[in-house]
């Protein structure tokens, strides 16, 4: 029998030669597909292998997402298929991570006895440990089966931080350019757990917990690693990022080491460091990474919240070119009304100021945003400033959701959900195609220009799809609207260039193969704009551009949802 050892956050390793097999499955967000990854590290490290497909699985995993009904109905739908696996007599494992997992808690075992086990998004590092108890325990009768986490909503709050196993599972990540997606070396670093913020629509504060802050040491060190190990972009995660603030010598332990802390208040924002208070802000995250991490090539972040991005934040991303020009600030109605109902706690005039000076200190950034139609009494007039605030704006692209009313909300007990689904999605409709019309706009005030692109797809094959109706962003129909958030960072599909296009030449492999030639990749912008790059009759290099390549391309033309161009030069030795 081969030994037992002892994992990296001190759990029962499986046997290697007989791991079993995993499927894990990510629905939602970012902060989703970090936490998958983290899983993912955490579980291979202690023997465990991954499968692609589910039915070859000896333990299915769910990571689910409870931020509006369409996500957590397709979750629901595949635990009837596994359900329906396990009665027919197969033997697997089903696990629900996530916010569902939290959230739902009991009444989830109740109504789907197939479901082994529970883990919410603050208890991943209990994983292994759940996982374990799950197959040790098998035979016995399904109440001692059960592995129950979750159920411990806002647990940092009250949770020494020294005891916070969940620091220790973000910095026992090792990045895996071999992982499906890593290709183009792109990487989450989350620097904020949870929210405070409680708008009145969401869930986020409840699932995820109360607002939690990483010490910015460990950042920069994750930051320092991911690089070392062939990174070329880092985004930074957190519900409301220019929110990040971590106050030194609160929380430290054993041999001085920082630790994580719960978020200030929002008074803190509005008042000066008191002296004495020695404060890593935002901004100073960001400098830090930036000098402290010259390798790194590019470095963004999501989400800002439009109340407190303070020009220190605008300034230190001038005065850093490495730093994306792109802000993802959800502006969620143009109405005063509706946005004080929400709880966002700013008003239109406060969102167009703040992109104001936005374009004023960054006139090359790129805005983009999400927006909710059909809140509780949201009126023709009330949408009418939505519409107004979108036209008013540049922004590449917004998600556009319909409201869902989400259990456990403010909102849900608070107001009726009075505006007819029908009407929501007449709203829905209209803002999409004011959208089209100003991405439209943005895209092509760009023709002419020559930018830098990561590249993160290249192909030599004749399966590319149509740019326009192919892009990750319209499969889901997300950057015009109601697809998963967090879509824009989804894999780019090739587009095929149009009819007026050079004949094709092949890339490298093509070259090789001495196939019919045609090339193309795509990539994006640092403001997030997705090129589609035309190789044809370009010098050699070109012809090998692979993803994570940074090159300069001139853009020669535009479609609401992308740019198209021909590469002028490699833009530095990333590769
Ligand atoms: N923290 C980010 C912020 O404050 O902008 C957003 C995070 S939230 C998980 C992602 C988006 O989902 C929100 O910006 C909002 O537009 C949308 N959303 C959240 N709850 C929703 C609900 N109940 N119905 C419809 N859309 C919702
Ligand atoms: Fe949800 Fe508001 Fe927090 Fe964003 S800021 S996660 S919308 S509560």
Redesign the pocket.
């Known amino acids: 029998m081969e030994k037992s050892r002892s994992g990296r956050l001190g759990y029962p390793v499986v046997p290697m030669s007989q791991g079993p097999t995993v499927y894990l499955e990510t629905f939602g967000?970012q902060m989703n597909e970090l936490d998958s990854e983290l899983v993912r590290g955490q579980l291979r490290s202690l023997g465990y292998r991954f499968v692609a497909d589910p039915a070859r699985a000896d333990v299915v995993l769910y990571n689910t997402c409870s931020?509006?009904e369409q996500a957590e109905n397709k979750a629901y739908s595949r635990l009837g298929l596994i359900g329906m696996r396990k009665k027919a007599g197969e033997h697997v494992i089903l696990g629900v991570l996530g916010c569902m997992a939290e959230r739902d808690g009991a009444d989830m075992l109740r109504r789907f006895p197939q479901v082994d086990l529970l883990c919410g998004p603050g208890e991943l590092d209990r994983l292994p440990a759940l996982l374990d108890n799950v197959r040790r325990t098998e035979g016995a009768s399904r109440e001692e089966r059960i592995a129950l986490a979750g159920n411990k909503s806002r647990r940092s709050a009250t949770l020494a931080a020294a005891e916070d196993q969940l620091e220790l599972l973000d910095l026992s990540r090792a990045f895996d350019p071999a992982a499906p997606g890593a290709d183009h070396r792109s990487a989450y670093v989350r620097i904020t757990r949870g929210?405070n913020?409680f708008?009145t629509?969401?869930v986020?504060p409840n699932t995820r917990g109360a607002e939690v802050h990483r010490p910015p040491d460990s950042i920069v060190d994750e930051c320092k690693r991911l690089v070392d190990a062939g990174v070329v972009e880092i985004t930074l995660l957190g519900?409301?990022v220019n929110h990040y603030r971590y106050t030194h010598g609160k929380a430290v332990g054993v041999e001085g080491v920082e630790l994580p802390q719960v978020g200030p208040g929002l008074s803190a924002f509005r008042s000066p460091i008191p002296a004495g208070e020695r404060v890593t802000t935002f901004a100073e995250l960001l400098r830090r990474i930036h000098d402290e991490v010259p390798a790194l090539r590019r470095l963004r972040f999501v989400?800002s919240?439009p109340r407190d991005f303070g020009d220190d934040i605008l300034d230190v991303m001038a005065a850093s070119p490495r730093i994306c020009r792109y802000i993802h600030a959800?502006a969620?109605s143009g109405s005063d009304r509706i946005l004080k109902l929400m709880n966002r706690g700013y008003t239109r005039g406060e969102y167009l100021e703040f992109i104001a000076r936005v374009t004023e200190k960054l006139p090359d950034c790129t805005i983009a945003g999400?927006i909710?139609v059909g809140f509780p009494t949201e009126t023709e007039a009330d949408f009418e400033e939505t519409v107004s605030l979108v036209r008013a704006v540049p922004f590449k692209n917004n998600?556009i959701?319909?409201?869902?009313p989400?259990p456990g909300?403010t909102a849900i007990t608070r107001f009726e959900d009075d505006v007819p689904t029908d009407v929501k999605k007449l709203r829905n409709n209209i803002l999409l195609d004011v959208q089209s019309e100003v991405s439209a706009r943005v895209h092509a005030s760009w023709v002419g220009k020559t930018v830098e692109v990561l590249v993160e797809s290249s192909e030599d094959d004749s399966e590319a799809a149509d740019a326009d109706t192919q892009t990750s962003e319209s499969k889901t129909d997300a950057s015009l609207g109601a697809g998963e958030?967090g879509a824009t960072r989804a894999t780019i599909a090739l587009p095929q260039f149009g009819a007026q296009n050079q004949p094709r030449r092949s890339t490298a492999s093509g070259v090789a193969s001495g196939r019919a030639p045609h090339a193309r990749c795509v990539g994006r912008t640092q403001g997030d704009l997705i090129v589609a790059i035309d190789v044809t009759g370009t010098p050699d290099w070109a012809m090998t551009l692979k993803p994570g390549s940074l090159i300069s391309v001139e853009i020669r033309g535009s479609a609401p949802l992308l740019l198209r161009g021909r590469p002028v030069k490699t833009a530095a030795a990333a590769f």
Do not use: A, E, G, L
């Open positions: 967000c931020v509006r929210c913020k708008c629509y969401c986020v519900q409301t989400t919240y959800p969620q999400d909710i998600f959701f319909k409201y869902s989400r909300t958030h």
